[in-house]
Each structure stands twice: as C-alpha cells, then as structure tokens.
C-alpha cells in the first residue's frame, strides 16, 4: 500500500528545503515514489509519497533526522510543524489533459 506524508513547517521557506535536499544527496531514496514541495502564508509544505509507510520511517530515522541534525536542527529549534499520514489504498488517480484544464 502506497503512503503518503504531508508536512507544514513555519517559518522556513523553499530555499530551507533546497538546502536540506543537498546535504541529502543525489542517491535515489529507496522507497520514495515523489516529493512535492512549495511555500505559501502557513510556510513550507512538503508531500511525499512513499512505496509503504516502513519505508517512510526507516528515511526518517536512518537519513532525515540524522541531516536535521548535521545541519544543526535540533527539537527545540523546530519550528511549529503538523504531519498528515495518508495510506493511499484504494485510490485513484486522474490526470487532467492540458486540453481539459481550460475547459
């Protein structure tokens, strides 16, 4: 079952994100199917998909948490943030012509 993960982070911006991106690396993630990242008035939001939710905690725990850390991110210093947990189980996807956009 695919899993998805939706992050909004306060007072950070996209640069933020862009930042934390490099230290990762360019080595695929394993797992990770697509990540989506953008700003707006409740700061940086960012939506991952995941091939399963172990997937997600094992990047968390061996990969993410350990660059917050490098770059100095500590729990105290996090901004406010809030985390939606979506299974994706009997979804659908529908994909917009550019045809039907205008429609």
Known sequence: MSYAMISQS???DI?????LERELGDDPI???IAT???TGPE???VISVWQSKAHADRFAAELLVPTLQ????TAD???RRSIIEVDLDDTATYVRSPS???A
Request: aromatic share 8%.
């Open 10 to 12: 306060q007072g950070v």
């Open 15 to 19: 640069s933020w994100h862009h930042a």
């Open 30 to 32: 394993d797992g990770l």
């Open 36 to 38: 989506y990242a953008g």
């Open 43 to 45: 700061g940086l939001c």
């Open 70 to 73: 490098r770059l100095g991110v």
């Open 77 to 79: 210093q996090q901004t």
């Open 100 to 102: 039907a956009a205008g």
